[in-house]
């Protein structure tokens, strides 16, 4: 099983905000070891939306936005929309290997 | 653009061998570090490997570890993934991915569309 914890779901109406946290531990996160975060829709590779934390790629909206707070990390997704309805990862290192978090689905209702 | 395209996936019976290939364009492939990340039926991503800029190391998920080989080829912008021994759980779609540094150990920052390997 992973190292880093997500919660299986989040839901939230429009225009919401909605965060999903990725816990981690000491080995990891709490190292100081930047997280990533990643959409996926179904039947596609996922996208790097959240590098290095808080940094978004170029295209990326700006309702995206993430953050650290000791050993774990947070996306929030602001002003959610429909096209939102993704699942989302989180990703770090941990021992020298990249490991992925457990996936959260963000349903849009 | 940056582009990653990965080939080779199919069936398998249980104990053979696949070989995956991954062709890289768009960018100067031998400035940086690849990823291999499966994705079992319906469930999360599992990273498996990782080569370094240079071919001179490679990591691996435990799970794999001494059944896949992954290795690249800089003069044809080429990574491959040489699984041995497979098992029905080792069944997924395969992507290759680039790091956004050298060794490995940055972002996953462009995907390929993946490659579904089925082993039964």
């Known amino acids: 099983q992973s190292v880093l914890t997500q919660p299986p779901s989040v839901s939230g109406a429009p225009g919401q905000r909605v965060t999903i946290s990725c816990t981690g531990e000491?080995?990891?996160?709490?190292?100081?070891?930047?997280v990533h975060w990643y959409q996926q829709f179904p039947g596609t590779a996922p996208k790097l939306i959240i590098f290095?934390?808080?940094n978004r790629p170029l295209g990326v909206p700006d309702r995206f936005s993430g953050s650290k707070s000791g050993t774990s990390a947070s996306l929030a997704i602001s002003g959610l929309q429909a096209e939102d309805e993704a699942d989302y990862y989180c990703?770090?290192?941990?021992?020298?290997?990249?490991?992925f978090g457990t996936g959260t689905r963000v349903t849009v209702l | 653009q940056v582009q990653l395209v990965e080939s080779g996936g199919g069936v398998v019976q249980p104990g053979r061998s696949l070989r995956l290939s991954c062709t890289a364009s768009?960018?100067?492939?031998?400035?940086?570090?690849i990823h291999w990340v499966r994705q079992a039926p319906g469930k999360g991503l599992e990273w498996v490997a990782v080569?370094?800029?240079?071919?001179?190391?490679?990591s691996y998920v435990e799970s794999v570890r001494g059944r896949f080989t992954v290795s690249r080829d800089n003069s044809k912008n080429t990574v491959d993934l040489l699984m041995n021994s497979l098992r029905v759980e080792d069944t997924a779609i395969y992507y290759c991915?680039?790091?956004?540094?050298?060794?490995?150990?940055?972002?996953?920052?462009?995907w390929g569309h993946g490659n579904l390997v089925t082993v039964s």
């Open positions: 000491s080995t990891n996160i709490g190292a100081g070891y930047d």
């Open positions: 290095t934390f808080t």
């Open positions: 080569i370094w800029y240079d071919g001179s190391e490679q």
């Open positions: 768009g960018f100067t492939f031998e400035n940086f570090g």
């Open positions: 991915a680039r790091d956004s540094g050298f060794y490995g150990a940055g972002t996953l920052d462009y």
């Open positions: 990703q770090s290192y941990d021992n020298s290997l990249t490991v």
